[in-house]
Nanobody
Framework: QVQAVESGGGLVQAGDSLRLSCRVSGRIFTTYGLGWFRRAPGKELEFVGGVTWSNNSTYYGDAVKGRFTVSRDYAKSTVCLQMNSLNTDDTAVYYC?????????????????WGQGTQVTVAS
């Protein structure tokens, strides 16, 4: 069993940056990486970015490519999501979860141990 816990959300202004953290515990060796997702008000769950444990390769959703960066902090056993140049469209609840599939999946069905989510609100 794997469990993820997010932290770091808050209220920021458009153009600001924010850093989210995800701490993963449990049987991490049974998973292949970690992914970040978000759900904006009235919208479907959207893939944001992810990292693969074996080689630290990262991959991103089209909406955040070039602005968001996923990285690992080995000392703290966390995965961070650095979000730059935020805009109002980035307002959402952000979730992290462990990837249970070998491929670089953007499908929520390939993730487990979901956290409770952290709210990010970007004001104009």
């Amino acid at each position: 069993q794997v469990q993820a816990v997010e932290s770091g959300g808050g209220l920021v202004q458009a153009g600001d940056s924010l850093r989210l953290s995800c701490r993963v515990s449990g049987r991490i060796f049974t998973t292949y990486g970690l992914g970040w997702f978000r759900r904006a008000p009235g919208k479907e769950l959207e893939f944001v970015g992810g990292v693969t444990w074996s080689n630290n390769s990262t991959y991103y959703g089209d909406a955040v490519k070039g602005r968001f960066t996923v990285s690992r902090d080995y000392a703290k056993s966390t995965v961070c999501l650095q979000m730059n140049s935020l805009n109002t469209d980035d307002t959402a609840v952000y979730y992290c979860a462990a990837r249970t599939h070998t491929i670089l999946s953007r499908d929520r069905r390939h993730y487990g141990g979901w956290g409770q989510g952290t709210q990010v609100t970007v004001a104009s």
